[in-house]
């Protein structure tokens, strides 16, 4: 199950010896970013890397490349937490991460590999460390909204996720950060999969806001052209790309069963 967010989550705390990969993350060159971080041992450093990591599985690398990418900010991510428990960056890179190959791997598999569980105490451990957070919130929704597309009432009773409360996560994290693209697409996209004419109302009504924010850097300028064609696809009614992009996003109608996913798998670190 993908609670999917955009591969980018609080900013990295002021350290001039992360200079290096700073500079070539603003470049948009993530996996330079990712390597010149791992050089460093802290946990500022090893979460950069993990944020770095998964810009580059989201944005640039190919599909068939991505699992690879997302399994190392998986470890970046749980090398800062080693570092610092405390680390609120670093629960949201492992979230995301387990949240990406929760995707990669179909929903079973990610059921029983207790990605979802484990998801959801990284969640609530950065919003407890950081209950202001925009992007923790914004995970919350994506966790609760996709578990439930995913699960239907099983999902529901299991991890006791709901459409309301996936919902009320994404508007409060927009409230947070009214001016996060990456936010607002991704909620679109989870109102778009959750299908219904309300809330593909809302789901445009949420792009043309973001529309209105000029990109600030090299994320917002992906997320910007993400957002342009999915409005497009709105405004012209063309269900065939809106269903690319929803397979693209959130792994909708991927037709690729968990049992044939695990075939062509390798298996996943730890």
Not at 121 to 136: F, K, V, Y
Not at 214 to 239: F, G, M, N, Q, S
Request: proline share 4%.
């Amino acid at each position: 199950m993908l609670w999917s967010a955009v591969a980018v989550a609080e900013p990295p705390q002021p350290d001039p010896v992360l200079d290096p990969a700073r500079e070539a993350f603003a470049a948009g060159d993530f996996a330079k970013a990712a390597d010149e971080a791992r050089k460093i041992d802290s946990a500022v450093a090893a979460a950069f890397a993990a944020r770095a990591a998964l810009a580059q599985g989201d944005f640039v690398v190919s599909p068939s490349d991505r699992r690879a990418v997302f399994i190392a900010a998986e470890e970046d991510a749980r090398r800062a937490l080693a570092r610092d428990p405390d680390s609120t960056e670093g629960h949201l890179c492992l979230a995301l991460a387990l949240g990406f190959l929760g995707r990669i791997d179909g929903s079973m598999t990610a059921h029983f590999a207790g990605y979802a569980t484990e998801a959801r105490t990284h969640i609530d451990r950065a919003i407890a460390l950081a209950p202001e957070s925009a992007w923790g919130h914004a995970l919350d929704g994506g966790w609760n909204l996709e578990i439930v597309r995913d699960g239907g009432m099983l999902g529901e009773t299991i991890y006791g996720a709901s459409f309301e409360k996936g919902v009320a996560a994404y508007r409060r994290s927009l409230r947070l950060d009214p001016a996060n693209a990456a936010i607002a697409y991704q909620f679109a996209l989870q109102l778009l999969g959750a299908g219904g004419v309300i809330n593909r109302a809302e789901a445009l009504a949420v792009l043309v806001h973001a529309l209105r924010q000029a990109p600030t850097d090299v994320v917002d300028t992906y997320v910007h052209r993400r957002i342009k064609r999915l409005k497009l696809t709105l405004d012209i009614d063309d269900e065939r790309a809106l269903k690319e992009i929803l397979r693209d996003g959130l792994g909708i109608g991927s037709g690729t069963s968990d049992a044939a996913r695990q075939k062509l798998l390798p298996g996943r670190a730890r």
